[in-house]
Structures are given as structure tokens and as C-alpha cells.
């Protein structure tokens, strides 16, 4: 059997990830989601610029908010949603970043800003968004998560969330939200009907196709609408069998 170059096996790999999520676009990340957003990822710019770029040509229906989620913990989630935040502040949008991952949040240490008022706070009603959201000094504009709730779930199931959005969307042209991963909490299915799309991002070292199915049909049948997939740690170097994730797209040929 002949052997696969790297670019055949990321055309297969796409096209086979298109097939999984019933025709949706699949984004391939040629690297590893390890390095602060500011910093940008070695070797991840023309990819984010990409994705971007895609977000913000969407004709028809437009992507104004989008929920970044993954199946499970590590998959590389919330380094993708900064630097995806990153790259399209730097393309002259106004991009508001949220960290709604209320039970785990990570966003204020990956942009090295402090966590004292947050989102939880908003929804509370304790404070204002415009007090409680910061801007990087690339002109990115982030809400940390704020101080941990006794009952997240509950807090994100709340009707402020919809006037929140509403409220968001009259100064920034994209709102982004970084969620817990779907396997861990009920969290993200309860903010997927009310953004416009769910990306979720996948990992090409862990995720196996059965998660990744199920991750796909729990946003849907919280009537969230999935765009696409990331696949986030692909590295072409390795043969096709190296990875798990590989593997399963073979099996649902």
C-alpha cells in the first residue's frame, strides 16, 4: 500500500471531518495550542487568519456570536478562542472575548489580567458589563469569568443572558465565548441556543469519533447550531495511524 503524503492525508482528513458534521466546514490547526494569544502561535497565524477571515465573510447568515466548546478537557479550547479573538481584533472588529467557563476559567491567565469582577458578577446583576470588561493593549476587550458561582448552571440558564447579548451587541461587531468543555457540564448546551453558532474544537491526539459525534449531538439538541470543527494539535509529520482521531474517520467512511 502506498503511503499517504502529509497533504494528501490532511485533504483526507478534512474531507472526512466535513462527513462527520454533515457537511460543515472543518479547520485543520497544524500545530500545538500551547502559547499566549499576545504572543501568537508559532506557526498558527495564517491559520487564524483564515478562520478569521471566514467567520467575517459568513454571507447570508452571519456569525456575530459564537461559542467555542470541545468534548472534553485539554483539547486546546481556550487557546484557540484567544488567539481566534486575537486575530480578528487585529482585522479591525470590535471583539468582545468572554470566559464563560465559570468552574475552570483560564482566559485571565492567558492575557495576564485580573479576575476579581467577571462575567459571574454581569449576571448577577452586581455590576455593569462596562465595569467589569478589560482590553488588552492590542485592543482586544475580554470579560473574565469573575469569582466562581455556587450554581453555574443555574446562573447560565438565567433569561439575563439573552438581554446581556443583546445589550453586547450594540458596541461590539463579535462576541466570543469560551465554554466549558460538553462532556464536564451543562453549561454549554445552555448557551449554544442563544448564540448564533457553536465551533467546537477537537483534538487530533485525543478526541475518538464517538466523542466527538456526541459532542455534536448535544449542542443540536439543545438547538444549537454547530459551524464547524478545529482540529487542534495536528502534526503532518506522523502517519495517518498515529492518531486516534485518524482512526475513527477510516471507520466512518
Given at each position: 500500500?502506498?503511503?499517504?503524503?502529509?497533504?494528501?492525508?490532511?485533504?483526507?482528513?478534512?474531507?472526512?471531518?466535513?462527513?462527520?458534521?454533515?457537511?460543515?466546514?472543518?479547520?485543520?490547526?497544524?500545530?500545538?495550542?500551547?502559547?499566549?494569544?499576545?504572543?501568537g502561535i508559532e506557526g498558527g497565524t495564517?491559520?487564524?487568519?483564515?478562520?478569521?477571515?471566514?467567520?467575517?465573510?459568513?454571507?447570508?447568515d452571519p456569525c456575530r456570536t459564537l461559542l467555542l466548546t470541545s468534548p472534553a478537557p485539554g483539547d486546546g479550547k481556550s487557546t484557540i478562542s484567544a488567539n481566534l479573538a486575537a486575530h480578528l481584533t487585529r482585522q479591525r472588529t470590535s471583539v468582545l472575548l468572554?470566559?464563560?467557563?465559570?468552574?475552570r476559567p483560564?482566559?485571565?491567565r492567558i492575557f495576564q489580567l485580573p479576575n476579581e469582577l467577571g462575567f459571574s458578577d454581569v449576571l448577577n446583576g452586581v455590576v455593569e458589563p462596562e465595569k467589569a470588561i478589560l482590553e488588552t493593549s492590542q485592543g482586544l476587550h475580554i470579560l473574565p469569568s469573575g469569582p466562581t458561582p455556587e450554581e453555574p448552571t443555574s446562573?447560565?440558564?438565567?433569561d439575563r443572558i439573552r438581554d446581556l447579548l443583546t445589550h453586547l451587541s450594540q458596541t461590539f461587531g463579535m462576541i466570543l465565548f469560551d465554554a466549558p468543555?460538553?462532556?464536564s457540564a451543562a453549561d454549554p448546551t445552555l448557551l449554544a441556543p442563544v448564540v448564533d453558532w457553536t465551533l467546537l474544537v477537537l483534538s487530533a491526539g485525543t478526541t475518538t469519533v464517538e466523542e466527538a459525534k456526541r459532542a455534536k449531538e448535544m449542542v443540536?439538541?439543545?438547538r444549537g447550531r454547530v459551524l464547524g470543527s478545529v482540529l487542534?494539535?495536528?502534526?503532518?509529520?506522523?502517519a495517518p495511524d498515529y492518531y486516534r482521531y485518524t482512526n475513527y474517520y477510516t471507520q466512518s467512511t
Open positions: 500500500m502506498a503511503t499517504e503524503t502529509p497533504t494528501t492525508w490532511i485533504e483526507r482528513v478534512q474531507t472526512q471531518s466535513r462527513r462527520l458534521l454533515d457537511a460543515r466546514p472543518s479547520w485543520l490547526f497544524r500545530g500545538n495550542s500551547t502559547r499566549d494569544a499576545d504572543d495564517r491559520f487564524f487568519q483564515t478562520l478569521s477571515a471566514n467567520l467575517l465573510l459568513r454571507a447570508g468572554v470566559d464563560a467557563d465559570l468552574r483560564v482566559l485571565h446562573l447560565l440558564g438565567s468543555p460538553v462532556f443540536e439538541a439543545a487542534n494539535n495536528l502534526d503532518a509529520r506522523f
